[in-house]
């Protein structure tokens, strides 16, 4: 564990010899259950996405992905020390900020609804960033081991969207079955997992 955090991902980072490709793809895995998470919500909320708009969320949130991995890995331990003290808490506040906004829109009257439009370049800019903050923590211990980081970036960024994209369609399915309200299911989802995300970290460190 370092710093108290990030514990189910270092677990797989603890062995520094050369990183195997099937090691790369389960932290790969790790990594991107946020990722499946929000784009559930986001098929959820939008049981009638277009594929294209579908690819460019998956597409937004693997980029995340892989490139803060790949960020961390070349910034290292030069900026640990600052990100460690506020990353679960940016993480925390995006995700809580986008759910409540989420659940608050969905228990309005339907006249007075104005909905989280899922397709906005801000909203999923939010998402991404929110659930990607711990690969830039792996990036960072990749940089201490023998790690093709190119190679690591681009299969963290490949699981991630194929990720992404099985979770929109299963979101779809179960938004046409939720009815009117399923921005607040949307929105729990969200806020679910910035709670996680800050709850771990503060019980870790405890």
Known sequence: KQNGKNSNYYYFC???KD?????????ALGLSLDSFAVSLSCGVIESEIRFRNAMRIAFILALFQGGLTVLGFFLGTTVSVYIDRYDHWIAFLLLIFL??????GGLKAPADRQPVDI???PVVLTMAVGT???AFAVGISFALLN??????GLVIGTVTFLASMTAIRIGKSAGSRLG???EIVGGIIL???GIRILAEHLMSAA
């Open 119 to 121: 397709s906005r370049l």
């Open 99 to 104: 759910g409540i906004r989420m659940i608050v």
């Open 147 to 152: 790690v093709q980081i190119w190679t690591a």
């Open 19 to 27: 990183m195997d490709l099937v090691t790369i793809t389960a932290i």
């Open 14 to 16: 603890d062995h520094p």
């Open 191 to 193: 806020a679910a997992i």
């Open 180 to 182: 009117p309200r399923v």
């Open 132 to 134: 990607s903050i711990d």
